[in-house]
């Protein structure tokens, strides 16, 4: 059972910066591609930024692209999320996801979840 702990989110003005962490459990290391998603209320959970298992992979939904960075530290067993240039419309609960085959988009096809982290852009 692999457990995740997001940290990091927070109230930030418009244009800037936030930096997410989640936390896996001991020996997860590079097993698990890992994924940030998002989800507004009365919005569906959106993908964010997807990395594999090796880091040498990323993806981002166009809507970040330039302005997010994911990363990951496999001998911390930790991903994070950079968040750059922050806007209104990214005010949503974030949450790690980690899943067996790297490349996914669907939240469907991640098998674990963290609790989520707030993100309030204000303008």
């Known amino acids: 059972q692999v457990q995740l702990v997001e940290s990091g989110g927070g109230l930030v003005q418009v244009g800037g910066s936030l930096r997410l962490s989640c936390a896996a459990s001991e020996g997860t290391g590079s097993g698990y591609a890992m994924a940030w998603f998002r989800q507004a209320p009365g919005e569906e959970r959106e993908f964010v930024a997807g990395?594999?298992?090796?880091?040498?992979?990323?993806s981002y939904v166009g809507s970040v692209k330039g302005r997010f960075t994911i990363s990951r530290d496999n001998a911390k067993n930790t991903v994070y999320l950079q968040m750059n240039s922050l806007r209104p419309e990214d005010t949503a609960v974030y949450y790690c996801?980690?899943?067996?085959?790297?490349?996914?988009?669907?939240?469907?096809?991640?098998?674990?979840w963290g609790q989520g982290t707030q993100v309030t852009v204000s303008s």
């Open positions: 990395i594999n298992q090796s880091g040498g992979s990323r």
């Open positions: 996801a980690a899943s067996t085959v790297e490349g996914r988009i669907r939240p469907q096809s991640y098998n674990y």
